[in-house]
C-alpha cells in the first residue's frame, strides 16, 4: 500500500548487560503487537533523538542512561506507517529496569535473539548485535604475514584480507583473526577458505547470479557486507541481505586515486538511506570514530592507517 503519513521519529536501543540485551514486548493489541523489539519510543515535537532515547528508556524502564552510541536509521514502511528507527547502542545504565508501563521484558542472550520473533524493521537490529565499530584491511603490499599482522591487531575489528587468495597463507590469516575476537569478511574468490565464523564481502564488481550461488554454498555467513559509492550503487546490491556498507571515498586517498570524494556530507545522506550500519572508508584514522557517528556512521575502515 502506498505510504499516506510522514514518517514517524522513533528511538531505540541496544542495552547491553555483559552478554544480555534488553527486549520489551510489545501488546497484542498495539502496532505490531505480540512480538519482541529494542526498547524506545517516539520523539516528543523539538526533541533529539538522544534525548528521546534518554526520556522513554526512564519512562518505560526506571533507567538513566549513560551515553548512547549511534549505530544507523532504519527507514521502514509498514503498509500506510511509516518509520524512522534511530538506533543506539547503550552499555552504561543506573538503575534496575523494569516494565513500568506493564510490559513484559527480558535481559536475552546476545546469541539467542535469532529465537525471538521481532517487528520486521528490528530484524536488521539484530543483524547488528556485535559488529565491530573498527574494520582492518590488509594491504597485500605488507611485508607481514597475515596471520601474524592479525595476531597484533587492538580493539575488536572487522578483518578484510583483501587480495590475499585462497592458500594456507590466508587460511591461516583467518584462524589468527577469529583466535583473537575479530570478524572476518572473505571475497567471493576467497570462498574456498570459508569456515564457521566468517563473512562475505561483495565487491561492486560481483555478478548477482554469483553473490546468490555464493550465499547458498556457506552456511550462516555474517556479517555481509559490500562496498558502495554512490546511490546507484546501494541500488544495485541492497537485495543481497547486506548487513553493513562500507561508503568510500570520503576522504581523498591513494587507494582511489582521480575518484572525487564525498566528503561527510556526502557520506551521511548515503548513510541515511541505506538502512544498516555504515563504515567510512577513505582518508580515515581510527580517531574519526567520533566524528563518523556524527555523521550518521556507524564505523571506520582503512589500511595505512589502520595497520
Known sequence: MQNIGP??????????????????????????GGLWEFPGGKFEPNELPVQCLSRELHEEL???????????????????KKIRLWVYEVFDFAGVAEGRESQEID??????????????????IVRVVGLPRFARFFGVDRTIAPAFWASQLNNQSLVYFRGVPPSDTLIGGIDAALDHGHSVILT?????????????HFRKSDHPDEVYKALDRVEKPWPVTAGIRNRNDWLRQRDFGVDAFFISPVGDTPSHPGMPALGWSGFQLLAEEVGVPSY???????ADLVT??????????????FQ
Open 7 to 32: 514518517e514517524i521519529q522513533v528511538a531505540c536501543a541496544i542495552i547491553w548487560c555483559k552478554d544480555h540485551i534488553l527486549l520489551s514486548y510489545r501488546d497484542v493489541d498495539a502496532h505490531q
Open 62 to 80: 526506571g533507567i538513566q542512561i549513560g551515553d548512547a552510541y549511534f549505530v544507523c536509521q532504519i527507514p521502514w514502511t509498514y503498509g500506510d
Open 107 to 124: 535481559w536475552v542472550h546476545r546469541d539467542a535473539l535469532y529465537k525471538r520473533r521481532f517487528p520486521a524493521a528490528n530484524m536488521s
Open 188 to 200: 567471493l574468490d576467497q570462498l574456498p577458505c570459508f569456515r564457521i565464523g566468517c563473512g562475505v
Open 280 to 286: 567510512a572508508l577513505g582518508g580515515m584514522q581510527l
Open 292 to 305: 563518523v557517528t556524527k555523521y550518521s556512521g556507524y564505523g571506520v575502515a582503512g589500511i595505512r592507517q
